[in-house]
Nanobody, 117 residues
């Protein structure tokens, strides 16, 4: 199983980025896909997740600004990030878990998002 995250970069506050996570080796429609982030000196935190229904959940800190979506035909999950803030600066990771577990089984390598003020 492989998860490949991409789309990170440097953007000014108020700007937008779209992250992508392409998967291979898993039955995409049977997994819940999530995005997490880890800022320097901080613990990794949940950002959003999406099931195949789709059922969607967001962290309070990104509600109204970020949108998670998935494309089953491409086995890819996206994170559209708008109105970015400096506090969104982090390495963003995608992950996959089966619906019967709270533990994410598979993780991508991370993509850096830097928001300048």
């Amino acid at each position: 199983v492989q998860l490949q995250a991409s789309g990170g970069g440097l953007v000014q506050a108020g700007g937008s980025l779209r992250l992508s996570c392409t998967t291979s080796g898993l039955i995409f429609n049977t997994y819940i896909m999530g995005w997490f982030r880890q800022a320097p000196g901080k613990e990794r935190e949940f950002v959003a997740d999406i099931s195949w229904s789709p059922s969607i959940a967001y962290a309070d800190s990104v509600k109204g600004r970020f949108t998670i979506s998935r494309d089953s035909a491409k086995s890819t999950v996206y994170l559209q990030m708008n109105s970015l803030k400096p506090e969104d600066t982090a390495v963003y990771y995608c992950a996959a878990r089966n619906p019967y577990s709270q533990k994410y089984d598979y993780w991508g390598q991370g993509t850096q998002v830097t928001v300048s003020s």
